[in-house]
């Protein structure tokens, strides 16, 4: 492996003291909480710094709390081939705030942010195509969010499950 | 292809040549079949006891709990006033949202469901999909033969005879010097069955 | 003229149609029972002993099917695209002869239906109609993928054509003649030595990659490539319409393969002296069958070259062959005459 | 066949490739739509096509119609539950799937697999993956055309099937290992027959190759096309062999060691030149270090529990479950409740045969995952689509979307 976690996050820590609002390591995996808007700062910097070089973007994804005032986490997994380290950067949205997006930084971040605003709704300011991307285009909901239940909004097309009443002949 | 054909695309011909006189590998299915692997997964079944013809399901509801795809449904009713009795009153499964993953037959306590060879099943509405208890059953009788015959194979939960995973707590080793019992039955348990 | 000359035509006729007919579905059986086997599987073996109808069934299965014709297609030139393709394919067997003369005492039976001297001249002529069927089909199913399918078949049969009519300019100034009969005449030594494939070996290859295209037979089946086109040209047709595309196409294999035997495996003759007790004809199925093997081979084993390829490999590979060979042929004739040896 | 330029679409992944759709030499002739229903889309891949004449001047890749939410879905369930979820993600190969997630799982919960269960895990997965590649192999060549090697290449994976069931019960949903280790140990006498396997796999695999890799049509069809660089294979995310044909030695199973694959000797196979032909030379390669690994796995199989000793995540015998109050009352909440996680959230990346398989947890401390993430490999690499096929024609298309090895499960979720 290449850099260890803290060396890791104390490098990011010292060039953005300010947009860097916490840090953890856990299970060997480093985490840093960014501020939304430095986000492409941070993510160019760990894109071009010499010793990270996190050339690869792993992973997008969004996690819902619902009950926090910002109530999105949108996750981004960096790794590093040529120092082969990880990293995960984290930024906090609010519902309608968007986050600014980093394909300029990764091309790969294209769809894997649709991804995201398709199914948690978290809008990426400056994506070049945000069109929904799993569901079709006029679906109404964001079926990742937790307020969204699992088997589907009611006024959806009823599906295929029946229910069968113990005793019906069977057709 | 600025090249001419070569050799390279000679030796190909040889291979495909060569197969001509190979028997085939394919089976004639219907009448054919592969051998049959002891841990087959097919249709989850329900078993009854060979003498009375009751089922052994105790309606303990955990296949139900345990089930990824919610395909079984376990009606029970008290028996009486008795809360503490049971009585299986139907038992369903939607074969069309079976994951055939075994969850059900490894969960249940006293072996009554447990996953068949059957394979082949195809209906032309989704509700011959749905089983009720009495095809269960019946299906379970025709399957009873093999699942005897193949029963170790089947045990598919049990990785290592030395895990004493049966335990509660972990300071409070089990007490297993009754040995295990031959045949789960019913009547350990304050539950009882009955086919309905 | 006998008064029953009409009639013996018309016996040849028939026989030649539903034996041209017969040919088509006993081929589809040999090409799956020997792609089955070169692919590890059984090939049709349900469909009567040893899956010997299944061709049958399909076709009567494809006679029975809803025939379906696309909206907003062009109706007339819909219908009217399997006939074009059939009609000029069947029309060239006339001119193909299947076997050496028959002789019953005075009467001597020509197992050919039209004699002609242009025969070889009519075969190209016939074949190279046949791509306005597969256009027209292609373009009036109002299908992208139909009509692209039609346009790779009409480059495609058309870059062929030419080589095709190039390689067999050999064997024609080699035999003196047009006429089929004559070609095969012209092989005739005893040996398979003066067959024109010994003689004429780079204009086979030619003319053998030539009838593979012309058929659509894979590695050459880009017109109806599954993988791209879905089925190409014929990918909106169904029912009757359909069967007559697939007859059209094996029976233009069929013909291209007799015309391939008679060119360059001379026809009836039997590879020695010493076999002549076996009649022509069944020496002209046996080549026959070995050349429809070799093309199933050749599709089971080899990869579907692309278009831009194919293109290549017929213009700038096959047709200088072709033209090299014509005038090394037209060389060594001049040479061998003023030298007074016979070629 | 009017054009619809509402329908002009450029896709192209973010990277500055200039549109030409509308303008000069570029002008579009018709818009095709390949799929979904294609026989070489691999499933429901639908791809806008602007083509003109065969050349493609745009390509606008739309996905989606298998997306079934499995995500979501696993919010609702335990992690044992969701066990059988991943099975239908990359049903080509399912065991990466159930395995990714069970690394991750175990990760988690900081669990350490008994030798036993790492190496049969390791050999199942690398079974797995030969499997995984001889379905690329055989339709990635009937898409160009060689409908033969398809045959050939499920005959050989029929074989594979057949250890599967003989592991798990089931042919294509396994559902087999299991969070701490698998369902089962190896049934008897497997691991013999799997060794001699690997024998007779190899002497097929070189037929398989004597048909294509030779071939000067193969090789027209695949060298030169699709062709992406190093750079741009690593900022679209490619990963895997897909990765690795573009010249980069990227393997998760090197880089990050998880399960046995710290014991093994192997190589990674890498070829430079970032066409469709390298990653075939990649894939073929990897079959046979894949060989090489099944075979140390079986050399080398340590005794013991295949299953991690540790009452938490470990089911309870069945047999024990009757004959005690309380082996009863843990028998059933084990089962209704199977195990909590610790709080907290963990990634794991494990190496499936199309590329990083990644599982992102975020636990609350309950027996059900607060939110599943997968990072699918397919996904990923699917996105490279519009790269490759810039400038080709149709028939390479094809051979692009073979080349990027993508499944429709994956890809959709």
Known sequence: MGLDPDALLDRLQAHFPEAILQRAVARGEATALVRTGDLVAVATYCRDEGELRFDHLSDIAAVDWPRRPERFDVVYHLYSIPANHRLRLKVHAADGQPVPTVTAVWPAANWLEREVYDLMGVEFAGHPDLRRIMMWDDYPYFPLRKEFPTEGEPDEPADYHVSFPPGTERV | MAKVPVAPMIDGLKVTFDNLFRPPTTIQFPEERRPEQARERGMPVLRSFPDTGECRCVACGLCEVVCPGHCLEVHAQPEGGDRRVRILEAYILDASHCLFCGYCAAACPVEAVVMSDIQDMAGFSRRNMIFDLQQLMELGRRFEPTYQATKGAVEFRLPDPDTESGRLLENKPLDLSEGPVERPTPVAVPVRSKSV | MEWYYPFIVLAKVVIVLIGVSLAAYINVYFFRKELGRMQSRMGPNRVGPEGLLQSLADAVKMLIKEDTIPADSDRLLFKIGPALLIIPIFVAFAVVPFSNDWSFGQTVLHPVISNTNVGLLIVLALTSMGVYGVVMGGWASNNKYGMMGSLRASAQMISYEVTLGLSVIGVVMLAHSLNLGDIVEGQASGTFATWYIVRQFPAFIIFFAGIMAESARPPFDLPEAESELVAGYHVEYSGARFFIYQTAEWSAMLLWVCVAVILFFGGWLPPFGALSFIPGWLWFIAKCYALIFTIIWVGATWPRIRYDELMTLNWKVFLPIGIANFFIVAAWKTIAASLGVGV | ?413
Request: aromatic fraction near 8%; proline fraction near 5%.
């Open chain 4, 1 to 413: 066949m009017a054009t619809d330029l509402e329908q002009a679409r450029q896709s192209i992944g973010g990277l500055s490739v200039e549109s030409v759709t509308e303008t000069g030499e570029g002008r579009r002739d018709m818009v095709v739509n390949m799929g979904p229903q294609h026989p070489s889309t691999h499933g429901v891949l639908r791809v806008v096509l602007d083509l003109q004449g065969e050349n493609i001047v745009g390509t606008d890749v739309q996905i989606g119609y298998l997306h079934r939410g499995i995500e979501k879905l696993s919010e609702a369930r335990t992690y044992t539950q969701v066990i059988p979820l991943t099975d239908r993600t990359d049903y080509t190969a399912a065991m990466t799937g159930n395995q990714g997630l069970c690394v991750a799982v175990e990760r988690l919960m900081e669990l350490e697999v008994p030798p036993r269960g790492r190496y049969i895990r390791t050999m199942i997965a690398e079974l797995q993956r030969l499997a995984s590649h001889l379905i690329w192999l055989g339709t990635h060549a009937m898409d160009i055309g060689a409908a033969t090697v398809f045959l050939y290449c499920f005959r050989e994976r029929e074989r594979i099937l057949d250890f599967f069931e003989a592991f798990s019960g089931a042919r294509l949903t396994y559902s087999y290992y299991r969070v701490g280790g698998v369902a089962g140990d190896a049934p008897p006498g497997i691991l013999q027959q799997i060794y001699e396997f690997t024998n007779y796999f190899v002497d097929r695999l070189a037929e398989n190759e004597e048909l294509l890799t030779g071939n000067d049509i193969w090789l027209a069809r695949t060298q030169g096309v699709g062709i992406i660089s190093a750079e741009e294979a690593v900022a679209i995310g490619l990963t895997g062999p897909s990765l690795r044909g573009s010249g980069l030695a990227y393997d998760i199973r090197k880089a990050e060691p998880y399960e046995a694959y710290a014991d093994m000797d192997f190589e990674i196979p890498v070829f430079p030149d970032g066409d469709v032909f390298a990653r075939y030379r990649v894939r073929i390669e990897e079959m046979k270090q894949s060989v090489r690994i099944i075979r140390q796995c079986i050399e080398h199989m340590p005794d013991g529990p295949v299953n991690v000793q540790d009452s938490r995540v470990t089911p309870p015998k069945r047999e024990v479950a009757m004959t005690h109050m309380e082996s009863m009352i843990n028998h059933f909440m084990w089962n209704i409740h199977s195990f909590p996680t610790p709080k907290g959230e963990v990634y794991s990346a494990i190496e499936s045969p199309k590329g990083e398989l990644g599982y992102y947890i975020v636990s609350d401390g309950s027996n059900k995952p607060y939110r599943l993430r997968i990072r699918p490999p397919s996904f990923c690499n699917l996105q490279a689509l519009p790269l490759l096929v810039r400038g080709q024609m149709i028939a390479d298309v094809v051979a692009c979307i073979g080349s990027i090895d993508i499944v429709l499960g994956e890809v959709d979720r």
